[in-house]
């Protein structure tokens, strides 16, 4: 099977390209989902991350204040590191293992951070979701009603344009509208399959 990593900078629409992959009926493994799994109240991360940031990381419920613990990370680079060294051991191991027992002809595993990871071993192909830093901007603004200096922190933390175009296989431009990535994305649809069965023919979509 064809597993295919798509990632792309915050707000340049990984989440709505892995919606119309799924709509073509193709496995879509989410990290970021994982991770909110594996951040849940109980779940052994919670408290790794308590130990770590303190009680006040938590809101009174026991959930994750997940507006704080980001505050946090991207505003000192030594606790971003210490998040992730709790988390991306556990979030990759999680998507080897639920990748492995998919049965499909390519699946799809987003990946925020997948070039700055580096965790690259069980991914055959990448494919970027591609924007203008200005659209990146105003979709998290309107989304998540960040400060563009919180904005402006996360996009500096993250891979440049310019790598991610770089070290594609496959671009998705998402400066449009979503009818036009979703025709970009049936095209990559019958590519993976090909990719996948090189003696079959692609689907007429």
């Known amino acids: 099977m064809l597993t295919v990593g798509l990632t792309g900078g915050i707000g340049c629409g990984k989440s709505t390209a892995a919606a119309i992959f799924a709509q073509l009926g193709v496995p879509v493994l989410d990290a970021d989902q ?3 799994d594996l951040v849940a109240p109980g779940q052994p991360a919670l408290q790794a991350i308590k130990q770590t940031f ?3 990381i938590l809101n009174a419920d026991g959930t994750l ?3 704080r613990l ?4 991207f505003s000192d680079r030594a606790q971003k590191l210490k998040l ?3 988390l991306h051991p556990l ?3 999680t998507l080897r293992i639920e990748s492995a027992k998919l049965t499909a002809s390519y699946s799809i595993v987003c990946i925020p951070l997948l070039f700055e990871t580096g965790v690259t071993d069980f991914i055959d192909r990448i494919v970027v979701v591609d924007c203008p830093e200005a659209s990146q901007i105003a979709r998290v603004k309107q989304r998540d009603q960040l400060s563009d200096e ?3 922190a996360i996009i500096a933390s ?3 344009r310019a790598y991610r175009i770089a070290h594609a296989n496959d671009v998705l431009d998402n400066s449009g509208s979503d009818g036009r990535l979703a025709e970009q994305i049936k095209k990559l649809h019958n590519l993976y399959i090909s990719l996948s069965h090189p003696l079959l023919e692609p689907t007429s979509l």
Do not use: F
């Not at 980001?70 to 990370?73: F, L």
């Open 34 to 36: 994982i991770a909110r």
């Open 54 to 56: 303190g009680a006040d």
């Open 65 to 67: 204040n997940r507006p």
């Open 70 to 73: 980001r505050e946090c990370v």
């Open 84 to 86: 992730e060294a709790i």
């Open 91 to 93: 979030i990759y191991n």
């Open 150 to 152: 919180t904005i402006q």
């Open 158 to 160: 993250q891979a440049s």
